[in-house]
Every structure is written in C-alpha cells, then in structure tokens.
C-alpha cells in the first residue's frame, strides 16, 4: 500500500526541519568554540514552521 500524500509530506517536512535543526546546533558548537555563543533564532523558528507545516499536510484528504 502507498503511503498518502499527506504522509509523505510530513516526513519530507520532518527531515527537512531536522537538517535544518542540526545545522544551528553545529553553528552554535562552532561559534561557541570561538567564544561567541549565539543561537540563531530565526532559523529554528522556520524549521518549526516547516514541521507544522509538514504535520498539518498529515490530514490531507486522500484523492485518487
């Protein structure tokens, strides 16, 4: 059986908001190893909003 649309997206989503998540934390190990530890903000808020963006195409409606 195929997985739905909806699925696939949210674990498309899901993976990307995951790179994305890892990328800043590697950024702030590395700023952090320079003495200068900042979290970037901006791009955990987008990876959150791919994500919901993602779990919300979960309960698309199956089209065939």
Known sequence: MAARW???LYRMAT???GLIALLVIVGYFYDASRGEPIIPIVPLLLAGAIW???RSCR??????
């Open 59 to 64: 309960h698309l409606p199956v089209a065939y």
């Open 52 to 54: 919901l963006i993602g």
């Open 15 to 17: 993976i990307l908001a």
């Open 6 to 8: 909806g699925e696939l």
